[in-house]
């Protein structure tokens, strides 16, 4: 049985004291594969050593997050240019539009959204979309650049029903995490209703850890719990989940 964790922050602050113990607790629960999106260019050193130091489980990607989109951005992302460049990457990620946090950089965020969906389509990569507040900004941009060269994932789903049969139907992914085993998040709902084939597992860790976790800091390993809660959703084995989400993430990111 072998997880990937399509969705983990490793190479934060979070993890400086037991990172490598961390990394072993993931591989001991079978989760054996570890993806890294970027925040901005100052994380980006820290992912890239950590991938060097676990190359054959932690693999890189390169982004800027939407919270981190400023009046600065544009030179941001000519750095992640001159990154790609240098270095190999699975994914553009993590990218998309956050009004959660904060709404006075809007229009840059949809700019800094939409030059990376490009280079993306450049650099024939997948991309990991961030969409928190922000369906319907993000669905507008979608249906302006899908073609047959886009392809990803929408990381931590939290959407309706229709809205993701809508990212089922554009061939992208759906990001389960640990939101799933919520109690009143309704995800459950949603999920039940998605077949595996579209689902991708993530934590998002140091995030959102699942229950019986919830509220402490979330890991890789965690991830089992939110298999375990989609198996009993989709009343099958977790090890058909194990299986069939592997399988989605290795087509997707071309592991």
């Known amino acids: 049985m072998q997880f990937i964790d399509t969705h983990t922050h490793l190479f934060l602050p979070e993890f400086d004291a037991d990172r490598n113990q961390v990394i072993e607790n993931a591989i001991h629960n079978n989760v054996d594969k570890l993806l890294l999106p970027n925040v901005d260019n100052q994380s980006i050193t820290a992912l890239l050593e950590l991938c060097k ?126 939101i799933v085993t919520f109690k009143n998040s309704g995800l459950d709902k949603i999920v039940e209703q998605i077949d595996l084939n579209h689902i991708v597992l993530e934590t998002d860790s140091p995030y959102l850890a699942p229950v019986p976790y919830r509220g402490k800091r979330n890991e890789s390993a965690y991830l089992v719990k939110v298999a375990e809660k989609i198996a009993q959703l989709k009343n099958c084995s977790i090890f058909e989940v194990a299986e069939t989400t592997t399988r989605n993430a290795k087509l997707l990111f071309n592991l």
């Not at 009004?99 to 939409?114: C, M, N, T, V």
């Not at 969906?117 to 249906?143: C, G, T, W, Y």
Request: hydrophobic share 40%; net charge negative.
């Open 53 to 178: 130091q676990y190359p054959e489980n932690c693999f890189p990607m390169v982004g800027l997050h939407p919270t981190s989109v400023n009046e600065n951005y544009k030179s941001e992302l000519q750095n992640l240019e001159n990154i790609i460049a240098k270095e190999k990457f699975i994914a553009i990620g993590e990218i998309g539009i956050d009004l959660y946090w904060d709404k006075s950089f809007i229009i840059q965020q949809r700019e800094a959204f939409i030059y990376q969906i490009n280079l993306a389509k450049q650099h024939k990569l997948p991309i990991v979309i961030h969409a928190r507040d922000s369906f319907k900004e993000i669905f507008s941009i979608m249906h302006n650049q899908l073609d047959d060269n886009l392809s990803g994932v929408f990381h931590a789903f939290t959407g309706t029903l229709d809205q993701a049969k809508q990212i089922i139907e554009w061939g992208f992914k759906i990001g389960i995490g640990g």
